[in-house]
């Protein structure tokens, strides 16, 4: 059983920055791309950024997004936050278990960003 368990979301004033964490863990045999995406109310979960260094536009030049492969973690570093950055944030990993198998999707929780005054 493979879980993504994020942390480091909350409310954060406009201008402010935000480090989300995301840990892999579980029956890995191997991680081949992370990633996060969000879903604001009443939108679509939209892809924010993967471990291909595939941002969305949105948030070129704000965010940056690294892994620590040793830890099976991956980061979210969000910074000149702007109120329509408010969303649920989750963790995506596209993730084998076992030698020779094709790997499986995988999502976290999720976790809150609220960026307001």
């Known amino acids: 059983q493979v879980q993504l368990v994020e942390s480091g979301g909350g409310l954060v004033q406009p201008g402010g920055s935000l480090r989300l964490s995301c840990a892999a863990s579980?029956?890995?045999?191997?991680?081949?791309?992370m990633g996060w995406y969000r879903q604001a109310p009443g939108k679509q979960r939209e892809l924010v950024a993967t471990t291909s260094l595939t941002y969305a536009d949105s948030v070129k030049g704000r965010f940056t997004i690294s892994r620590d492969n040793a830890k099976n973690t991956v980061y979210l570093q969000m910074n000149s936050l702007k109120p329509e950055d408010t969303a649920v944030y989750y963790c995506?990993?596209?993730?084998?278990?076992?030698?020779?198998?094709?790997?499986?999707?995988?999502w976290g929780q999720g976790t809150q960003v609220t960026v307001s005054s």
């Open positions: 995506n990993a596209l993730i084998s278990v076992v030698a020779g198998q094709l790997p499986n999707n995988y």
């Open positions: 579980g029956s890995i045999f191997n991680i081949y791309v």
